[in-house]
């Protein structure tokens, strides 16, 4: 026994087209449009072995080729963690589009132009990504298909297989076999076989490309061999018969295929040879009866991961229509996987596709399947044990139905959906990169295999539904190409190399795209490369390269298309447009040699394009990303920007630029004609290492006037604070006004500002100037700043002799220009010793400084000629002791000359030393301006822990002896204070308080809970008495707020505070505090006789004093008594409520009769609301009852007039309406006209049903009424319908609405009458009017009894039971 088939004559695989040249040159070849040419690996090496470089594509010796072991040691440069998702793929470009298998179709190269042109794309993809994919159509294949059926009846393709040759099967049982170039090598099969079998309805092209196998719409399978052109087998019993072919492939075994037939099944052909004869042996692996599979897909394996430990098991996936599911062929049938859909449209169709991607540096298999718009990934891998694992990954979620699913490479993944639109899809990131629409293509669809039409069309409804859009057998991938089938031709997709997407681009003139794409390349950032080497220096240098031809050809570009040279404005925004492109791209590439001369001298042939290169150059000077430009650039840049007038941006561009190849005199004399004193200053440093002359110009300008004594201008001010900050960065070795001096020249450049500083004269000095001309100049232009200077550059000097001699020297300096001139005010003399007092505190101090000057300094600072400055001065002087300058002073004599002074806060500073608190007491309130802080300070001293009982004490006393000082400053302060530290020593402070109205406002704010001060009430547990003497001074010093007071005090004694309150003669403050001990009497009596009294005022009074007498107060008052009767009427009883007014007098003869009336009033209000609610709801209920009447329809009990007794479609030749009644009873008018049925009311007519009305013995709803509204004989609802005559329905009569109740509404309200009837509304009006004549006749009245004689109100049957509001409510 032997295997077949042979593997001697094995194909040689495929190769890409990689170079440039080659593409080229197959676009110019008109010769080479209708080949389909393949290129022969080792030619290819060999003949292009100079240009190719092996690592750039990956490409492997034919002799030896790469191991599996050899792929896994790859580098990986897209390695990621996956955690239960899609990990990121790793490049590994021998399994993808960029070797062996990358053989390119060499016509697809040079194909019409017209077909060449992109369809519609993603507008946002095609900037970023370009055109990705190329779409050529197979012109040879294409016109020998159409040759075929015309000439052999050969038939519409139906099926293609692609290897290293390409077959075509038709719908007449004939394989077309076609080579390298497109010419048709083999017809396989005749037109009769073809009529037995059927169409062809699936092909498959073994691994080294020497078997055939055709399946049948009819169910046979053939194998052919492919060099011969022999048919080799003839399967006929393989599968039941009746069914379809829908799948046949080769294993990677030659000896193995597999086979999926329109009932479901899926079936194992083994191809065996024995003694000669060739045979097949089928075995069922799944049987359509367990759900029918629609797809198959087995594992192929490249020739290098031959070894690969999946191989051996021989995979196979497998989509039925609810779920997929994963097998092994090999060694023996096992189930490794399965996976259901979920629920999906049933329409769409089940697809597969296996690839071989890299993560974490292992080569595995993926298996891509999806249903519908959601594609899941599986990763398979083999264990240590050699068990199967399936992972699932992250899934990708579409926004379209897939119709096909196709690898490209392992990172990219080409879908098309249902509507034949392609899909270019980067798997890593998900990301679309291209959408194709490849209608023009006119796709062959395989769903007449699916519904099995050869053979009687008996497959499921499910599989049907799906072959719908089944195109399997039309789209076949090899080496990164797909191809697909249409009816009259066959086109080729793949992906485009690097340079054949940027120069794309370049035709289509999108040149700003075509370099950002190239960038992404340069920059590693691209998707779906091809033709890049991975190695990261060669691949920018090849795409740096091209990118610079972009470049030149975009500066021609701008140039060219220029706009009208005399629209300046339009010209310049196209140059802005344009040339910030070029600039970018060159500072990218780092090619400033091309920036600055070709580029540079190119766009200068424009004077608008030059100034607009110039300008796009400023942002990356400023950022330091642009150093080194020659200086003709730097000279034209600082003359552009000058005549431009943009000064300031000059000086920004200066100070960031090397100048030292540029006229230096020229540039410092720009710098100080526009006033940009950075620039000159930096150009003087850096260009001629020159640190003084900068200095000496500036001096020149700000001396004079300072001199003078003459007020700076702002120009001036600027000066002088640059100045200032330059010789502070010189002295620290800084570079100005940025960077940092070289460290070589560091010691020289202080040493020359120390010199230049010191200098007795100036080098032009006059007769009259006065010795050290520059340090007195910068003290009197900022003492404070340039002393600051001063101390930073002191703590930056080492100390070594030529420091200390320095300092000491600058010292003595100060000392001699300051303290022998009149003209420096005591804050700039006082910054000086505060300079000096903080110099000589340090621990390692050089310094020496004669102590009498600080005795001048104070004496300068206490005892002024006049008293201006003084808080200027006592600042100065604090901020000097501060600083370490109270060693320089006798502690006594200062403390007398700040007193002498009036220096509070220097005496409190050394009072603060000594510990002498209560001394700081006097301080504060001396001194006005923080007297009020007095409080803060001894709340401190009393309650911060660290100080001792005695300075706490010697500060509370000292407190007590001006608490009449502080109370009169603060009184609430005064009372927190007192209140907080000293609660129970109260009266003593009140004993020291003389003064009344201080004492007053003490209590007010201690005891008022209203001035807001935060202190427990409870805490104070202070007397009665306190309370009462605050009581007894507000009757004093606020007689109206006494009431308001007493509402909130708390601690105080009734009968004692009625006796203060009296004695004042407040008489609403005793009817209050009478109010409030129980005696309402007493506190009436007193409202009431300051009632009276107030009205004897007032008639007491001549005219003119009336007329200015307001009757507010007589108002108030009565107003006061009444609420005082309100308030406490409640707490009253029965006796005492009527005793003071109602049982005496005029108004008690009439009390009855009022309160009767009221009650009435209650009780009337309270019958008119029951009764108009009992109506409205009845009236409702009758409404509705009608509404629901009206609309409901009415069934007639018979066909015809119960008067006539005839159809009522008798009288169509009249205009005669039928009428229905309630009852069921049919009429024609006609009829009821003549029976006299008819009421005339107020001018309208209305119906009553004469039968109903004949058995009641009434002929007329109008002669007994009576019964009517008993509801005996009218109908409840009259409905008139038209004719049988459309054309007389028009005249139909409607019962029209009356304002008379209708025998409904009467009936329910008799039965409301009888339902509520009792007596009448007479009968209780008579009775009130009756027993109103009683003066003791309360009606309802709980207090009283009934009359002797029957009231109809004591009737049983009186239901009304409404009892008014009680006569004593509150």
Not at 250 to 277: H, Q, W, Y
Not at 818 to 842: H, I, W, Y
Not at 889 to 903: Q, T, W, Y
Not at 1254 to 1283: C, F, H, R, Y
């Amino acid at each position: 026994m032997e295997n077949e088939p042979d593997h001697e004559n094995v194909e040689q695989s495929l190769s890409a087209k990689t170079t440039e040249e080659e593409l080229n040159k197959s676009f110019n070849l008109e010769a080479s449009l209708s080949k389909f040419s393949y290129i022969d690996l080792d030619k290819e090496l060999e003949f292009k072995n100079d240009l190719i470089d092996d690592k750039e594509f990956d490409i492997p010796q034919v002799d030896t080729p790469p191991t599996l072991e050899s792929i896994l040691n790859e580098t990986d440069d897209e390695d990621e963690s996956f955690v239960l998702e899609d990990p990121t793929l790793l490049n590994i470009d021998t399994i993808d589009s960029h070797s062996y298998d990358t053989s390119s179709v060499a016509s697809s190269d040079s194909g019409d132009r017209t077909n060449l042109k992109r369809k519609k794309k993603l507008p946002d993809s095609f900037s970023l990504h370009g055109s990705v994919m190329r779409h050529s159509l197979l012109k040879g294949i294409s016109a020998q298909i159409v040759s075929a059926a015309d000439k052999v009846d050969a038939g519409l393709p139906t099926a293609i297989a692609v290897s290293s040759l390409i077959a075509v099967g038709t719908s007449h049982g004939l394989a077309l076999i076609f080579d390298q170039n497109q010419a048709l090598r083999l017809c396989l099969g005749s037109t009769s076989v073809g009529g037995q079998y059927g169409a062809i309805s699936a092909l498959s092209i073994n691994n080294d490309c020497s078997r055939l196998l055709c399946g049948f719409a009819k169910g046979q399978i053939t194998m052919w061999d492919l060099a011969s052109g022999k048919l080799l087998r003839s399967i006929t019993d393989a599968h039941p018969p009746g069914t379809a072919i829908l799948h046949i492939k080769f294993t990677d075994d030659p000896t193995l295929a597999i086979c999926n037939d329109s009932g479901g099944s899926v079936f194992e052909l083994t191809f065996k040879r024995v003694m000669g004869v060739r045979t097949c042996e089928s075995r069922c692996l799944f049987s359509g009866s367990k759900g029918e599979v629609c797809c198959i897909e087995p594992l192929h394996s490249k020739p290098e991961l031959k070894d690969h430990p999946i191989t051996q098991f021989s995979l196979l996936a497998m989509a039925s229509l609810t779920k997929i599911l994963v097998i092994g062929l090999k060694p023996s049938l096992k189930v490794w996987m399965t996976f259901p859909y979920g629920r999906m449209d049933p329409s769409s169709v089940p697809l597969l596709a296996w690839h071989f991607v890299a993560v974490h540096n292992y080569v595995n298999p993926m298996l891509a399947f999806c249903r519908g718009d959601v594609v899941h990934f599986l990763l398979v891998k083999r264990d240590e044990s050699g068990a199967i694992h399936v992972t699932k990954q992250k899934h990708l979620h579409l926004y379209y139905d897939l119709i096909n699913f196709t690898w490209i490479n392992s990172r990219t993944v080409v879908l098309l959906d249902s509507v034949e639109k392609l899909h270019v899809i980067d798997r890593q990131t998900q990301e679309e990169l291209e959408t194709v629409e490849i209608s023009e293509v006119q796709l062959v669809y395989n769903s007449s295999h699916f519904k099995s039409l050869a053979t009687g069309g008996n497959v499921s409804q499910a599989l049907a539904l799906v072959g719908e859009k089944a195109c399997y057998q039309s789209i076949s991938s090899y080496g990164g190409q797909i191809f697909y089938l249409g009816t009259k031709s066959v086109y080729v997709m793949m992906l485009r190399s690097w340079r054949e997407r940027v120069d794309h681009l370049l035709k289509q003139d999108c040149l700003t795209e075509a370099l950002a794409l190239a960038w992404s390349f340069h920059e590693g950032k691209a998707k779906a490369v091809v033709g890049l080497s991975g190695d990261a220096s060669k691949r920018k240098a090849v795409v740096a390269d091209r990118m610079v031809e972009i470049l030149f050809h975009y500066a021609d570009r701008a140039l060219k298309k220029c706009p009208d040279q005399g629209k300046i404005q339009v010209m310049e925004q196209h140059f802005q447009d344009m040339v910030p492109v070029i600039v970018d791209y060159c500072l990218l590439l780092e090619r400033k040699d091309l920036l600055f001369s070709q580029m540079y001298d190119k766009l200068s042939e424009n004077s608008v394009a030059k100034g607009v290169f110039l300008e796009c150059l400023e942002p990356y000077i400023l950022s330091d990303k642009l150093v080194g430009m020659t200086p003709q650039v730097m000279k034209d840049l600082i003359v552009h920007f000058q005549d431009k007038k943009l000064m300031e941006n000059v000086e920004a561009l200066i100070v960031h630029m090397d100048i030292t190849s540029l006229d230096i005199q020229q540039v410092v004399l720009m710098c100080w004609e526009n006033r940009l004193y950075d620039a000159m200053i930096y150009v003087y440093n850096r260009g001629m290492n020159e640190f003084i002359s900068p200095m000496e110009k500036l001096f020149r300008v700000i001396a004079p006037p300072l001199n003078a004594g003459r007020t700076l201008t702002d120009e001036q001010v600027v000066m002088g604070n640059k100045l200032l900050v330059y010789i502070s960065c010189c002295l620290a070795g800084r570079a100005y006004p940025l960077g940092d001096i070289p460290e070589d020249l560091v010691p020289l450049v202080k040493n020359q500002v120390f010199e230049f500083l010191i200098r007795l004269h100036s080098a032009e000095a006059s007769p009259e100037e006065e010795i050290y001309p520059y340090v007195r100049t910068l003290l009197h232009f900022d003492t404070r700043e340039f002393l600051n200077v001063l101390a930073l550059t002191f703590e930056d000097f080492k100390n070594d002799k030529q420091a200390v001699e320095y300092q000491q020297r600058i010292v003595d300096i100060l000392l001699k220009v300051m303290v022998e001139n009149s003209d420096f005010t005591p804050s700039q003399v006082g910054c000086l010793f505060t300079f000096l007092a903080r110099q000589l505190a340090k621990p390692d101090n050089t310094l020496f400084v004669n102590r009498t000057l600080f005795d001048q300094v104070l004496e300068f600072l206490c005892s002024p000629d006049d008293d201006s400055r003084h808080s200027e001065r006592q600042q100065v002087l604090l901020e000097l002791l501060q600083a370490g300058g109270i060693v320089q002073f006798e502690e006594s004599r200062l403390i007398r000359m700040a007193e002498k002074a009036e220096f509070y806060q220097i005496c409190e500073f050394m009072y603060e030393r000594e510990h002498q608190y209560d001394k700081i007491i006097d301080c504060y309130l001396r001194d006005p301006l923080r007297e009020e802080e007095v409080f803060n300070y001894i709340h401190n001293i009393l309650s911060i822990p660290g100080h001792s009982a005695e300075e706490k004490q010697s500060v509370w006393q000292k407190a007590m002896d001006h608490i009449e000082e502080l109370v009169s400053l603060r009184p609430c302060k005064a009372a927190e204070l007192v209140a907080t530290h000293f609660s129970e020593q109260i009266e003593t402070v009140i004993k020291k308080l003389q003064n009344q109205v201080l004492l007053f406002k003490f209590l007010r704010s201690l005891l008022d809970p209203r001035e807001g001060i935060h202190v427990n009430q409870e805490l104070l547990q202070m007397s009665p008495c306190v309370t009462e003497q605050f009581i007894e001074l507000l009757c004093q010093f606020s007689p109206n707020q006494v009431i308001e007071t007493l509402q909130v005090l708390e601690c105080y004694r009734l009968e004692e505070t009625i006796q203060i309150t009296q004695k004042y003669q407040l008489h609403e403050v005793t009817a209050y505090l009478l109010e409030k001990k129980g005696d309402i009497h007493g506190a009436f009596l007193i409202m009431l006789q300051r009632l009276q009294s107030k009205l004897q005022e007032i008639t007491h009074q001549d005219e003119k004093t009336k007329e200015e007498l307001s009757l507010k107060d007589v108002e108030d008052t009565m107003v006061e008594t009444i609420a005082l009767c309100q308030r406490n009427s409640h707490n009253l009883n029965q006796q005492q409520r009527e005793d003071p007014v109602y049982g005496k007098g005029k108004l008690g003869e009439i009390q009855g009769l009022i309160l009767g009336m009221l009650d009435t009033f209650n009780y009337e209000q309270t019958l008119l609301e029951t009764t108009t609610s009992l109506l409205n709801q009845d009236l409702h209920w009758s409404l509705c009852n009608l509404r629901a009447s009206v609309t409901r329809g009415l069934n007639p009990k018979q066909d015809y007039c119960s008067i006539c007794l005839q159809q009522y479609k008798r009288r169509q030749e009249m205009a005669d309406e039928i009428i229905v009644f309630s009852c069921g009873h049919l009429y024609h008018s006609f009829c009821l006209q003549n029976k006299e049925c008819t009421i005339e009311t107020e001018g309208q007519t209305r119906w009553t049903c004469y039968k109903c009305s004949s058995s009641n013995k009434v002929g007329k709803l109008s002669e007994n009424s009576s019964e009517i509204k008993t509801g005996k004989t009218a109908p409840s609802q009259v409905k008139m319908s038209p004719s049988c005559h459309p054309s007389k329905g028009d005249s139909t009569v409607k019962a029209a609405s009356e304002p008379v109740l209708d025998p409904q509404q009467i009936q329910a309200f008799d039965q409301l009458c009888r339902l509520y009837r009792g007596s009448s509304r007479l009968a209780l009006l008579t009775e009130l009017s009756q027993n109103r004549s009683s003066e003791s006749y309360r009606p309802f009245s709980g207090s009283q009894s009934g009359p002797a004689f029957n009231s109809i109100f004591q009737n049983e049957n009186f239901q009304l039971q409404l009892i008014p509001p009680p006569v004593t409510e509150d």
